[in-house]
């Protein structure tokens, strides 16, 4: 097979789209979509999204991108690239969850700091059985933090490692998590955009590799109804004019040595965390993960090194400073995501919100926290609607769009239970 690139972007559903363009189309930066791709659902269903021209004709869209941003892939014919949407006239398209993330990084920018993001994923591995239905893939001697092959007898997470040293993604960590099969994968820090182009193409091959194996690899936050859930922490810093973790308050990071910009992020996701969780866990899934006690990000609340509240302060100081927002999993579009994360915290700067006491509960049995997010889909999307500020600081079309797509699925998924409703995701994320 002669070279070909592969033109992607991740959309509105944390679907990966693209096309395939042939080897003399290397040295174009362009490539035209259907701009009401913003209105097909999970079950291909086209609906008449806000922004996404369904019934105006379905426009295009442009894909461009910069030469330099293509890279080799995990298929030794095909390179990739990963670009912005514009629409069909030309300007930035309010749709596009990339762009959403650049105005986010701007937005820090313009008050001298850049946001530095390093992502967790969690995922669960599956199998047809011969009859087709999906199983969980068989570890025998898997534990949390389990390496080698009672984990992984079959070494998939091997050849995915491999492949990633290969084409240059930053690999901090790859382990066995607490429920069998579930892993966890860890990219290096690094400046937003790249680090979520990282994460968004590493998923794509982590879940790709795994097919070769048989493997269905899926991020969805609870494919397994009496085992755990799988997120998508974001772990987030800013460096200073002079190159400084701006979160830093001394060798180590402690609740009472929290410097001012670390207490105002703090009470930004705080002040958002009902709003947040509308656009960060946005499936009927989602909320059979996010659960008392489950450490995920149910709760309204912070603490130090604490695995059970929603922001996480990690006890490293210096340059290793930062803060853990454990409620998103990868249903969630990652540049969305982390762009919501970023706009609420940068909120809490600009408006000073108060910053509520530290939890002092377990998480378990006991938790000081009096408010949590929506106990499901369906109120996560009223308390987004409601928080306008939010709405309006990530991208009002955007956002738009996004609750008119999770209103339908909160009907699409109402009567779906078990292994139906995990059916109606699993194979996209």
Same mark, same amino acid.
């Given at each position: 097979?002669?070279?070909?690139?592969?033109?992607?972007?991740?959309?509105?559903?944390?679907?990966?789209?693209?096309?395939?363009?042939?080897?003399?189309?290397?040295?174009?930066?362009?490539?035209?979509?259907?701009?009401?791709?913003?209105?097909?659902?999970?079950?291909?269903?086209?609906?008449?999204?806000?922004?996404?021209?369904?019934?105006?004709?379905?426009?295009?869209?442009?894909?461009?991108?910069?030469?330099?941003?293509?890279?080799?892939?995990?298929?030794?014919?095909?390179?990739?690239?990963?670009?912005?949407?514009?629409?069909?006239?030309?300007?930035?398209?309010?749709?596009?969850?990339?762009?959403?993330?650049?105005?986010?990084?701007?937005?820090?920018?313009?008050?001298?700091?850049?946001?530095?993001?390093?992502?967790?994923?969690?995922?669960?591995?599956?199998?047809?059985?011969?009859?087709?239905?999906?199983?969980?893939?068989?570890?025998?001697?898997?534990?949390?933090?389990?390496?080698?092959?009672?984990? +992984?007898?079959?070494? &998939?997470?091997?050849?995915?490692? /491999?492949? !990633?040293? $290969?084409? @240059?993604?930053? %690999?901090?960590?790859?382990?066995?998590?607490?429920?069998?099969?579930?892993?966890?994968?860890?990219?290096?820090?690094?400046?937003?955009?790249?680090?979520?182009? +990282?994460?968004?193409? &590493?998923?794509?091959?982590?879940? /790709?590799? !795994?097919? $070769?194996? @048989?493997?269905? %690899?899926?991020?969805?936050?609870?494919?397994?109804?009496?085992?755990?859930?799988?997120?998508?922490?974001?772990?987030?810093?800013?460096?200073?004019?002079?190159?400084?973790?701006?979160?830093?308050?001394?060798?180590?990071?402690?609740?009472?040595?929290?410097?001012?910009?670390?207490?105002?992020?703090?009470?930004?996701?705080?002040?958002?965390?009902?709003?947040?969780?509308?656009?960060?866990?946005?499936?009927?899934?989602?909320?059979?993960?996010?659960?008392?006690?489950?450490?995920?990000?149910?709760?309204?609340?912070?603490?130090?090194?604490?695995?059970?509240?929603?922001?996480?302060?990690?006890?490293?100081?210096?340059?290793?400073?930062?803060?853990?927002?454990?409620?998103?999993?990868?249903?969630?579009?990652?540049?969305?995501?982390?762009?919501?994360?970023?706009?609420?915290?940068?909120?809490?700067?600009?408006?000073?919100?108060?910053?509520?006491?530290?939890?002092?509960?377990?998480?378990?049995?006991?938790?000081?926290?009096?408010?949590?997010?929506?106990?499901?889909?369906?109120?996560?999307?009223?308390?987004?609607?409601?928080?306008?500020?939010?709405?309006?600081?990530?991208?009002?079309?955007?956002?738009?769009?996004?609750?008119?797509?999770?209103?339908?699925?909160?009907?699409?998924?109402?009567?779906?239970?078990?292994?139906?409703?995990?059916?109606?995701?699993?194979?996209?994320?």
């Amino acid at each position: 097979m002669r070279d070909r690139l592969r033109a992607v972007f991740c959309d509105h559903l944390s679907i990966m789209r693209g096309k395939y363009l042939p080897a003399s189309k290397l040295a174009d930066s362009e490539t035209r979509f259907c701009r009401s791709t913003f209105g097909v659902h999970y079950d291909k269903d086209l609906l008449p999204a806000p922004g996404a021209m369904m019934m105006e004709g379905l426009p295009d869209m442009e894909l461009r991108w910069k030469h330099d941003d293509i890279r080799d892939s995990w298929d030794p014919h095909t390179k990739i690239v990963l670009g912005d949407l514009y629409d069909h006239e030309g300007a930035n398209l309010p749709l596009c969850p990339r762009g959403a993330l650049k105005r986010a990084v701007a937005a820090w920018e313009a008050k001298g700091l850049t946001p530095k993001v390093g992502i967790e994923l969690e995922a669960f591995a599956m199998q047809a059985d011969s009859d087709g239905n999906l199983r969980p893939y068989d570890t025998p001697g898997a534990v949390v933090y389990g390496t080698g092959p009672l984990s +992984d007898p079959m070494r &998939f997470n091997d050849a995915i490692w /491999e492949k !990633a040293d $290969e084409l @240059g993604f930053r %690999l901090d960590m790859i382990t066995a998590e607490f429920d069998a099969p579930q892993f966890e994968y860890t990219l290096t820090f690094d400046n937003a955009v790249q680090a979520v182009d +990282d994460i968004v193409l &590493f998923r794509l091959m982590a879940r /790709e590799i !795994a097919l $070769e194996h @048989g493997i269905i %690899l899926t991020f969805m936050p609870k494919p397994i109804a009496e085992a755990g859930g799988s997120g998508m922490h974001i772990n987030f810093s800013f460096s200073d004019v002079s190159g400084g973790n701006a979160l830093s308050s001394g060798e180590r990071n402690l609740p009472d040595t929290l410097n001012d910009l670390s207490k105002q992020c703090l009470a930004g996701v705080l002040h958002h965390h009902k709003g947040l969780a509308g656009l960060i866990a946005p499936t009927a899934n989602s909320y059979q993960r996010l659960q008392p006690g489950s450490l995920s990000g149910f709760w309204k609340n912070w603490g130090g090194d604490h695995r059970n509240v929603t922001t996480r302060i990690s006890s490293e100081g210096g340059p290793k400073s930062r803060l853990e927002h454990r409620m998103a999993d990868a249903t969630a579009n990652p540049y969305t995501a982390v762009a919501a994360v970023l706009q609420a915290s940068l909120l809490g700067v600009e408006n000073n919100y108060p910053l509520q006491p530290i939890e002092t509960g377990d998480g378990f049995e006991r938790s000081d926290a009096k408010e949590s997010c929506a106990a499901d889909l369906k109120g996560a999307v009223s308390d987004l609607k409601k928080d306008t500020v939010l709405a309006d600081a990530v991208g009002r079309m955007l956002v738009d769009n996004h609750v008119f797509m999770k209103e339908k699925e909160v009907k699409k998924t109402r009567d779906l239970e078990g292994d139906a409703l995990r059916d109606f995701y699993i194979y996209f994320v």
